[in-house]
């Protein structure tokens, strides 16, 4: 965990000057030891540098791991895809079952 945290202090500028970079290799270091906190901090990272082919993969693969969160943020990227039907419904499926885990944010 303390791969993961070490991620979001620099991922969010804590007592540290925000260093997405550095936040994103604690993250994939954490991932690589088994960790789906690190998978999910990958994800946020390349959600929020609008690289959203690398965060559905992150957030899929979290997802797969029976992740709330990654299912919640999977959803979030589907939905912003406004002309595939077919995303749209994956994204209602992944809300349902992220919510009947209970997710209910």
């Known amino acids: 965990m303390s791969l993961v945290y070490l991620g979001y202090i620099y991922e969010v500028g ?12 604690y993250y994939r270091r954490a991932y690589e ?36 969160r990654s299912m919640y943020w999977l959803a979030r990227v589907y939905l912003k895809d406004h002309n595939n039907v077919e995303k749209q419904q994956k994204a209602i499926r992944l809300l349902e079952r992220s919510y009947s885990m209970g997710h209910i944010l």
């Open 14 to 25: 804590l007592s540290v000057e925000s260093d997405l970079s550095t936040a994103e290799s």
């Open 33 to 68: 030891g088994g960790s789906i906190g690190g998978l999910f901090g990958l994800g946020s990272i390349y959600l929020r540098l609008q690289n959203y082919p690398e965060a559905e993969k992150m957030f899929l693969l979290g997802s797969d791991k029976q992740d709330m």
